[in-house]
């Protein structure tokens, strides 16, 4: 079952979930769905705001309370766990209030936050900051766009809704994915050329 199909069937608990564990596919999907009236726009943005946020705090707790556990150990081999931490180093605030926008460093770096000295207070604070312009963000991306999106293809395929809808959902994923991949190469580029460190 695809993204689009799990959101229209399972609605806000769908984009809740997502949010955590698949990210901004699943944002842009729940604005979209919005859009076309099968859930409120404020809701699939709370949903999202409210599944990122628990999702960077549960895996935030597991670097804190099980930093010694296989998962924990595992993780720190990978080299995009050494990359946060590094990042971390250099700019804490800064870092933790963007990381869920950096493609390839989302999931793993609350769990290296939370293993390294920032203070559970600091991280919560400044995670809900960043969970709520994420969410807002890439929820009005699906909702707005959706608006332009079926004005196009309604003039190429009128009176086909569903049609309609997974063309638009096609392509805002296919612009979604293409522009992380941009920001995946110019990071490892810049990695490459500023400190040396290997790209995943």
């Not at 799990?6 to 769905?33: H, K, P, S």
Request: zero cysteines; glycine letters at 12%; aromatic letters at 10%.
């Amino acid at each position: 079952m695809t993204i689009a199909a799990l959101i229209a069937r399972y609605g806000l608990a769908a984009i809740f979930l997502g949010a955590g564990l698949e990210g901004e596919t699943a944002v842009v999907t729940g604005g979209l769905i919005a859009h076309h009236g099968l859930v409120s726009p404020i809701g699939a943005g709370l949903a999202a705001i409210t599944g990122s946020f628990t999702a960077d705090q549960l895996f935030f707790l597991i670097g804190r309370r099980f930093r010694n556990s296989a998962r924990v150990r595992r993780a720190r081999e990978r080299p995009a766990f050494g990359r946060a931490l590094e990042a971390l180093e250099r700019h804490p605030i800064a870092f933790i209030l963007g990381f869920r926008f950096i493609y390839g460093l989302r999931t793993i770096s609350p769990i290296a936050i939370g293993t390294s000295k920032v203070p559970t207070a600091t991280f919560v604070p400044l995670n809900a900051i960043s969970a709520i312009v994420w969410g807002a963000a890439f929820t009005a991306i699906g909702y707005v766009f959706g608006n332009g999106f079926e004005r196009l293809l309604g003039r190429i395929l009128p009176h086909h809704r569903f049609v309609l809808l997974g063309g638009a959902i096609i392509v805002i994923a296919a612009v979604a994915f293409a522009v992380s991949r941009l920001l995946r190469h110019r990071r490892d580029k810049g990695y490459r050329v500023g400190t040396g460190t290997a790209p995943e």
